[in-house]
């Protein structure tokens, strides 16, 4: 028991270095977390684009086993940060800083644990866990964190505060509230919101303050695979997936819910959106088709925030996905 009381101090520990060590309060950037349409995970590698010299955080299977791996934007000097052979290594996130990462592992029986890992270390380790969760995002401050915990469906979004308490923000028995994303000036958490079915796709995206306290303020209607909201960096607008139209789309809307509009139109899933740190771009996963691939495999693409000027900065025939930027200020 004594041995127990102290590894859960040390964890607790470690996750206050994680989270208070910030040179000052930043914006962190998204661009794709793993979906929560498990068909959908897919790759990301050789990525050409460069946003201010900065650095990509996702995951690969390249060694036969998802873990978590960085590269430049320019998709050289590939570095392998996790080496954790559990579970299934997947969706990691950057500090505020780019000092910390927190990604979870699924394991089987539907079991996911969140864990916490330095983003310089020279060379890769297992991480320490943190809590049961998926799905983390820093607050802008990176002082908490929220993320998404259940089972077969029926998830909560809870936020872990430096002292390493936790806080369920949603309380809805029975229902599905999943990945959460913190707005830019961290007063408000967007998730999606719908009824507690396994991977269902009958989702809308709702918003809620900063503390979880009601009423949630639902932007999207409809039901129709309403997810990954993620807030532009300036706040103003939102990006999200939605198969409102038969396939899985990337659509974009005001922060309050107004002129939705969408901006992809593939035959194939295009999924993941974030933003690049100027709010100029949005990344994206396409789901391809090829000789090879007649199943479909994913690609990163980008696109003008209009939707416009779309194409494709992937073509890997690796298993990787969910990559995340950090401005090149912080690295």
Not at 32 to 53: E, Q, R, W
Not at 114 to 129: F, R, V
Not at 193 to 211: F, S
Not at 304 to 331: H, V, Y
Request: hydrophobic share 35%.
């Amino acid at each position: 028991m004594k041995r127990l009381r102290l590894l859960i101090l040390f964890s607790v520990a470690i996750l206050v270095i994680g989270i208070t060590t910030y040179l000052a309060p930043a914006r962190e950037i998204h661009p794709g977390h793993a979906s929560d349409y498990p068909a959908l995970d897919g790759p990301l590698s050789n990525a050409t684009v460069s946003f201010g010299g900065g650095k990509l955080l996702f995951f690969s299977r390249r060694g036969g086993q998802a873990q978590i791996w960085t590269m430049n934007a320019d998709g050289s000097h590939e570095r392998q940060i996790t080496c954790n052979n559990d579970g299934e290594v997947v969706a990691a996130t950057w500090s505020p800083d780019g000092q910390s990462i927190i990604f979870y592992i699924a394991f089987p029986n539907n079991i996911q644990k969140l864990y916490l890992i330095g983003a310089n270390e020279e060379s890769c380790g297992p991480g320490t866990l943190l809590t049961e969760g998926r799905f983390a995002d820093w607050s802008p401050v990176g002082h908490k964190i929220a993320f998404d915990r259940g089972s077969l469906g029926v998830r909560d979004i809870y936020v872990m505060y430096r002292d390493g308490s936790v806080v369920n923000f949603t309380n809805d028995p029975g229902e599905r509230n999943t990945r959460p994303s913190w707005s830019p000036d961290g007063k408000r958490i967007a998730f999606a919101h719908g009824p507690g079915v396994a991977d269902g796709p009958n989702l809308d995206i709702y918003v809620m303050d900063e503390d979880g306290s009601l009423p949630w303020n639902q932007l999207t209607f409809g039901a129709q695979g309403n997810n990954g909201p993620r807030f532009s960096p300036d706040g103003r607008k939102i990006v999200f997936q939605s198969a409102r139209d038969g396939n899985i789309e990337i659509y974009v809307m005001n922060a309050d819910g107004a002129e939705q509009t969408r901006l992809t139109n593939y035959p194939g899933a295009d999924a993941f959106p974030n933003w690049s740190p100027d709010g100029q771009k949005i990344i994206f996963h396409r789901q391809v088709f090829d000789l090879e691939h007649p199943g479909g495999i994913n690609q990163l693409f980008i696109m003008n925030a209009d939707g416009s000027e779309k194409r494709a900065l992937t073509d890997s025939r690796w298993e990787d996905s969910m990559p995340l930027l950090i401005p090149a200020q912080f690295l």
